[in-house]
């Protein structure tokens, strides 16, 4: 399907293909498995603060709906591409089927810079999106949540649009709002928890000791910045993080709770004084025990793979390792993945749960919705592990197996209309 064509979708299919081959899944299953079921893009004019107006471009993926309604997140960025969204769509997919949710993948995104949008700007653009996307979505079509560049706040315009929309309030129709409205307790959280979890069960696995352990975090907004104080609670030593502005280095440690207050104030990390300045490349070459990409994909690839000296690899971000760079770290043993469909499942786990919430209008406590989302994790970590271990085949060859394998047979089993 060309309309789909970029690097980031032709590396989903690589890796799906990869998967297909390894067990021989029929040619006409593997088609029926891999392309989205639909998708749309949409222009969005927009005033803009100065009298423009300006047209945007949005996008919406649904990857397959055979076991429930689509699920995934929006991103705002200028990068975004219907390409783009198709593959972290498909990869939604497997994430789901691996944590054994009730949902196919979806994913959206608009092409805009938000760091240079005002709150106003951000506020029409995001309710025009809602708007143009009211034929296509609802609670138990397709239900979105934050990803890269947005947040609660999206979110709680989102519900609101569509709400004025239906006449009544829709929780349901978005996850990772606000609790006022609606929201779970621990979602914002809940991917950055998720990723000290199972980096920290890695650990124990392998034999590394928290406290004698360093990490380094590419990216510091939701899933990064969760990501560092949930592994500077298990006492693991933070040496280097970044945002798109560049990175930070201090071989004793940085000060996380400094640098919160530091880039909460300035919308950027650049600058901060308690670490001397590195480039994103350079970070992720930096020693450490634990390397945590958690913000574009593509950044581990053919050219830094054999480079980054780490113990464990934990994919926090969607696509972040090229297949490039698995054929060589396939080479290099000491290093753990903890594959992305896996190690960032928190945040569609606990979207689930507030789903279920909004639906049976009944609330959980955080201890409640903390422990059913460990208790997940746990049980798709040692599938994972148990299914690489018998089959000899790396942690993500095992995680994509796990989910691709979940829908083909959800897909067999309901047979093909007409
Ligand atoms: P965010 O917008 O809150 O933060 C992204 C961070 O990455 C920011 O610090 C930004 O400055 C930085 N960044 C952007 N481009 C960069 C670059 N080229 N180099 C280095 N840093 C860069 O987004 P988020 O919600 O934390 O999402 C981060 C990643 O995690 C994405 O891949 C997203 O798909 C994935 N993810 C997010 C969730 C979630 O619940 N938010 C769930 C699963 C996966």
């Excluded at 779970?184 to 124990?204: A, H, K, P, Q």
Aim: charged letters at 20%; a neutral charge; glycine letters at 10%.
């Amino acid at each position: 399907m060309d309309i789909y064509d970029h690097p980031t979708f032709r590396m989903a299919c690589q890796q799906f293909d990869r998967v297909a081959e390894y067990w021989q899944i029929p040619a006409d299953e593997q088609a029926r498995l891999k392309f989205p079921k639909r998708s749309m893009t949409v222009a969005l004019p927009v005033h803009m603060d100065d009298g423009r107006t300006k047209v945007f471009t949005g996008h919406r993926v649904q990857h397959h709906l055979t076991l429930g309604p689509t699920k995934g997140g929006l991103r705002y960025h200028p990068a975004v591409a219907l390409g783009e969204v198709a593959a972290l769509a498909m990869w939604m997919s497997w994430k789901c089927a691996l944590a054994g949710l009730p949902y196919g993948g979806a994913k959206g995104g608009i092409a805009c810079d938000p760091l240079h949008l005002s709150q106003t700007e951000l506020e029409r653009l995001t309710r025009r999106y809602t708007q143009e996307m009211i034929p296509f979505i609802g609670e138990k079509v397709d239900v979105m949540a934050p990803d890269m560049g947005t947040n609660e706040q999206t979110m709680a315009w989102m519900m609101d649009t569509y709400s004025v929309h239906t006449g009544y309030t829709v929780p349901s129709i978005v996850t990772g709002k606000p609790v006022s409205i609606g929201g779970s307790l621990g979602r914002r959280e809940s991917t950055g928890r998720g990723v000290g979890y199972l980096i920290n069960r890695t650990m124990d696995t392998i034999g590394l000791e928290p406290g004698h352990s360093r990490a380094v975090v590419q990216g510091f907004g939701n899933v990064g910045s969760v990501a560092a104080f949930s592994l500077a609670k298990y006492g693991v030593k933070i040496v280097g993080v970044s945002d798109v502005s560049g990175g930070l280095h201090n071989a004793a440690g940085i000060d996380l709770w400094e640098l919160e207050k530091y880039a909460a104030a300035k919308r950027t990390i650049a600058g901060f004084a308690g670490a001397e300045h590195v480039t994103n490349e350079q970070l992720l070459e930096l020693p450490c025990e634990i390397l945590v990409p958690a913000a574009m994909e593509r950044q581990i690839t053919g050219g830094n793979a054999a480079k980054i000296k780490c113990r464990i690899l934990a994919e926090a971000a969607n696509g972040p390792t090229t297949p490039e760079a698995d054929v060589i770290l396939d080479q290099r043993e000491e290093i753990f993945i903890l594959p992305d469909i896996l190690c960032n499942a928190g945040g569609v786990i606990v979207s689930y749960f507030e789903w279920v919430q909004d639906l049976q209008s009944f609330f959980w406590t955080e201890t409640e919705v903390m422990d059913k989302l460990f208790r997940i994790l746990e049980g798709a970590f040692l599938q994972v592990l148990a299914l690489s271990r018998k089959q000899k085949v790396s942690m993500r060859m095992a995680a994509l197996s796990v989910g691709i394998k979940r829908v083909q047979e959800a897909k067999k089993i309901r047979g093909l209309f007409p």
